[in-house]
Each structure stands twice: as C-alpha cells, then as structure tokens.
C-alpha cells in the first residue's frame, strides 16, 4: 500500500463587494463533490445516490441540530470562547479578514439582505425528505 496522504479539496470563490464569502454558492460546490463521490458507492445508479446523499445530508443537518441544541463537553469551550455567539454568526464565518467584529457582522448583514431575492428563491425550491 502507498503512503497515507491527505486529501484537500481546493473551491475557488471569491469574497462579494461586502467582504463575504457567499455561503450557498461554497455549499453547492460541496454538494456537487460530494454527490459525485456518492455515485461510486451507488453503482452510478442516480436514484440510489440522490437516496445515498438525502441520507447523508439528513443525518448530517440532524446531528448538528443535536449539537448546537446540546453540546458536548468539547462544544462547551468553543462556545464560551465564541461568548455565547448565535448560530447566525457562527454559521456566517467566511468573510475576509475585519479588524473590528462589528464592521465584520455589518458586513454579514449586508450580504445577507443583498442576497435574499436569491435565498427566498432557493427557499421556494420543493424539498422532500
């Protein structure tokens, strides 16, 4: 067997006029690698992998629910440190660099409301689990 080595994923996006990396567009390309290593594990039969990633993706949205509703150990310092930070502000974590933490989450808030038309229009999309 060869040498253990990492495996790094490179996703190539740019910050807005707001400093904000937009979030969607890094979960999309997440999604798409990931649903494309799923088809291997589905015998490239499409049903069985969007069955196979709808799994996945459940589980994973419900154990973080489960984890920011109660935290472990673990999760109790990093929550401490982040000073009782909502979960708003610590899931919009990728902007560049801000010296101050409120021009930071001024900067959030903008792209957040820049953006809306486009989340209401992802929101409208039908989702069954």
């Known amino acids: 067997m060869t ?3 990492p495996l790094y ?3 190539d996006v740019k910050p807005d006029e707001n400093g904000v990396y937009d979030g969607r567009a890094i979960s999309k390309r997440l999604m798409n690698l990931s649903y494309r290593l799923l088809a291997t594990y589905a015998d490239d039969d499409l049903p069985k992998a969007e069955q196979l990633f709808q799994a996945i993706a459940y589980e994973t949205l419900f154990n973080n629910r489960i984890r920011l ?4 150990e673990d ?3 990093e929550f401490e440190d982040e000073e009782q930070e909502t979960v708003k ?3 919009m974590s990728m902007t560049i660099e801000f010296s101050d ?4 989450q001024k900067a959030i808030d903008r792209h957040v409301e820049d953006t ?3 989340t209401d ?3 409208s999309y039908p989702v069954k689990w």
Do not use: C, N, W
């Open 69 to 72: 509703e109660t935290p472990d």
């Open 3 to 5: 040498e253990k080595k």
């Open 101 to 104: 933490q409120a021009e930071r």
């Open 116 to 118: 809306k038309g486009f």
């Open 9 to 11: 994923m490179h996703i």
């Open 89 to 91: 502000s610590r899931a």
């Open 75 to 77: 999760d109790i310092e």
């Open 121 to 123: 229009g992802l929101l």
